[in-house]
Nanobody, 124 residues
């Protein structure tokens, strides 16, 4: 079992920045593929970004390319740096773990463990 805790969400004006963190308690994430998804009220959960086990490969939804950057440290934290935020980025953001590190990165079904989410609200 992997316990994931997201942090860093909050309220920000359009054009602002936030950095989300996802930490695994008592477990290193270095062997796992990781991703961020988001879900706004009444909508389906959507893929945001993913990073390979080694950190060499990253993947982004078209809607966030050039504005969001996913990264990871060598131990147990994955980050999502978000700049130039827009009101449509408002959602609960979730981190997720693919313990195989081999599944298609943009599919929610590829992930075995999920955090509880952190709210990001972007005001216009």
């Amino acid at each position: 079992q992997v316990q994931l805790v997201e942090s860093g969400g909050g309220l920000v004006q359009a054009g602002g920045s936030l950095r989300l963190s996802c930490t695994a308690s008592g477990r290193t994430l270095s062997r796992y593929g990781m991703a961020w998804f988001r879900q706004d009220r009444g909508k389906e959960r959507e893929f945001v970004a993913a990073i390979s086990r080694t950190g060499v490969y990253t993947y982004y939804a078209d809607s966030v390319k050039g504005r969001f950057t996913i990264s990871r440290d060598a131990e147990n934290t994955v980050y999502l740096q978000m700049i130039n935020l827009k009101p449509e980025d408002t959602a609960v953001y979730y981190c997720a773990v693919d313990h195989t590190g081999t599944r298609p990165p943009a599919r929610p079904g590829s992930y075995d463990y999920w955090g509880q989410g952190t709210q990001v609200t972007v005001s216009s």
